[in-house]
C-alpha cells in the first residue's frame, strides 16, 4: 500500500504561484510513476504532468511552461510548481501514483482569483 498526502494548495491572485507538495509513505519502492491531476467544479478530472522512476517529465499542454513536476527522493515528496497562474487553473489537485495499483490523495484545493 501506498499513502499519498498532498499540501500547498490555497488562494492567489492571477500571474501568482504556488508550490504543491505529495508526500509518499508506505511501499514507496513499487512505484513506477506519479502524477498530477486536477478537478474543476462540473469538469471531469484531468491529467496535469508526470514524473517517472526515471526522472522523465511530461505536462499537458494548457500548462506547459508554466508547472514544473519534481521529486525529492529524501523526502518522499514530490513536487508541483505553478507559476504564470490563471483563473482557468482553479481545480482540487491530486497526487496519484502508480505501482502494485493506482493509488491517489485526498486533493488539495487551488483557487486562482482574477
Known amino acids: 500500500q501506498v499513502q499519498l498526502v498532498e499540501s500547498g494548495g490555497g488562494l492567489v491572485q492571477a500571474g501568482g504561484s504556488l508550490r504543491l507538495s505529495c508526500a509518499a509513505s508506505g511501499s514507496i519502492s513499487s512505484i513506477n510513476l506519479m502524477d498530477w491531476y486536477r478537478q474543476a467544479p462540473g469538469k471531469q478530472r484531468e491529467w496535469v504532468a508526470r514524473?517517472?522512476?526515471?526522472?522523465?517529465?511530461t505536462y499537458a499542454d494548457s500548462v506547459k511552461g508554466r508547472f514544473t513536476i519534481s521529486r525529492d527522493n529524501a523526502k518522499n515528496t514530490m513536487y508541483l510548481q505553478m507559476n504564470s497562474l490563471k483563473p482557468e487553473d482553479t481545480a482540487v489537485y491530486y497526487c496519484?501514483?502508480?505501482?502494485?495499483?493506482?493509488?491517489w490523495g485526498q486533493g488539495t484545493q487551488v483557487t486562482v482569483s482574477s
Open positions: 514524473l517517472t522512476s526515471g526522472g522523465d517529465t
Open positions: 496519484h501514483a502508480f505501482g502494485l495499483e493506482r493509488y
